[in-house]
């Protein structure tokens, strides 16, 4: 029978740390709630499942560290196990993935996370970073109705605005000059956070072949028309402008996009 403690010691950890369950798991990494014996608390680990990713895992761990805003998650320890596996330790959020999260089709609701994400990523970048992996499991909430707090997760893909990338993140949400693997700046994360709020509102709007999501990357979105049921046609509009390949008034970084939020076409 695997117990508890057998998962704790496969994974050579700390013995500080007390494995509970498995929250998620990405390419490069396996998220557990463990209990943290010398706190007394519980905590998030993420742990990579490569020691290749000892860098990339220690950036990611001092950028988030330096970050200290209400919708960005709170990161604690760092730590390598015996057998050379990066970890961190971050804030337990007790939430559920964005595109789980039971009000995401409440206009009012979904208006203030939006808001939220767009005050983490105006924090981004403000210090010149691109998040470049905006899709509903990196954005987790917690709560409900107008106290439902966003939390920003996962900065494995940050890049500096302006300096080459190769192509990386996550297709469906994917902004054209990530995927082309250009030069970046804050449009990208708009794009991709116009693309998840688009979809939240209208399900049926998601992609669901490589030939959809290449057709959203090439062409603007589409404004719903009246009729469409619910019709927060105002806040779709800023999405879609977010989400415009063109960018030719998509703003440029978060900030902006938070302030435009009266809708975008302004002068
Ligand atoms: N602090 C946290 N609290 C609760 N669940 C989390 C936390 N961090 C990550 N998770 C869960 O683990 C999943 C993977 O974490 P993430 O950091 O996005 O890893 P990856 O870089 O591999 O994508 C998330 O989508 C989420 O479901
Ligand atoms: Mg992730």
Known sequence: MITISTVSESLDLDPRFVVHRELGRGAQSQVFEVYDRLLDTRRALKLATSSRHLRRFRTEYRRLAELRHPNIVRVYDFGVTPNALPYYTMELVQGAA?????????????????????????????????????????????????????????????????????????LTYMAPEVARGERVDGRADLFSLGLVLYELLLPASAPRTIEQVSVRMRERL????????????????????????TCSHAPRCAGSGRDSRRGPGRP
């Open 98 to 170: 964005l595109s789980h999260f039971a009000e995401r089709r409440d206009v009012p609701v979904l208006g203030l996370l939006a808001l939220q994400a767009l005050d983490a990523l105006a924090t981004l970048h403000a210090r010149g970073w691109v998040h470049r992996d905006i899709k509903p499991t990196n954005l987790l909430v917690v709560g409900r109705g107008r106290s439902a707090l966003l939390r920003l997760i996962d900065l494995g893909l940050l890049a500096g605005v302006g300096r080459p990338t190769r192509a990386a993140g996550t």
């Open 222 to 245: 589409v404004p719903p028309r009246a009729s469409t049921r619910p019709s927060p046609r105002r806040f779709l509009r800023l999405s879609c402008a977010s989400s415009s390949p």
